[in-house]
């Protein structure tokens, strides 16, 4: 099975989200950004904020939206939050920052219960009070 890498990004330029190809380059450090977006269709280079960088995690959510790195998930019938992260253990998963739930601090994720299970409500980048506002 081929698995699509896509990024996204926020522009440095208009705070929109670019996806595409992530290029990381020194190349580019006297062009006051070495980090960007390739977008393969229109050729276009955007640069980006490094910290928003996210990778598509080749999962969608139950209304078919494409997963990233950094978004933040809630469960359907739990109503549990969780940010998505790339984990230490070399895949991607769910991270917790609940009280009830530090015990879980990482599950990997399944691509069947994403798509049946899990809602995407926002990112780390835009909602960050999101993964902390609901404390059981």
């Not at 380059?25 to 269709?41: D, M, Q, V, W």
């Not at 050729?43 to 969608?60: A, H």
């Not at 739930?101 to 809602?119: G, H, N, Q, V």
């Amino acid at each position: 099975m081929k698995r699509e890498i896509i990024f996204r990004a926020k522009s440095v330029h208009n705070g929109e989200w670019v996806y595409g190809n992530f290029i990381h380059s020194k190349r580019f450090a006297g062009c006051g950004n070495e980090f960007r977006i390739h977008n393969p269709e229109t050729g276009l280079e955007s640069d980006v904020i490094p910290e928003t960088v996210g990778q598509f995690i080749g999962m969608e959510d139950i209304k078919t939206i494409a997963i990233y790195e950094g978004d933040i998930v809630q469960e359907y019938v739990m109503e549990d939050r969780f940010e998505i992260v790339f984990s230490d253990y070399g895949n991607w998963g769910m991270k917790s920052n609940y009280p009830i739930l530090k015990d879980m601090e990482y599950e990997t994720i399944d691509p069947s219960y994403a798509s049946t299970t899990l809602r995407i409500i926002g990112n780390i980048h835009e909602n960050p009070d999101l993964i902390t506002s609901q404390q059981k």
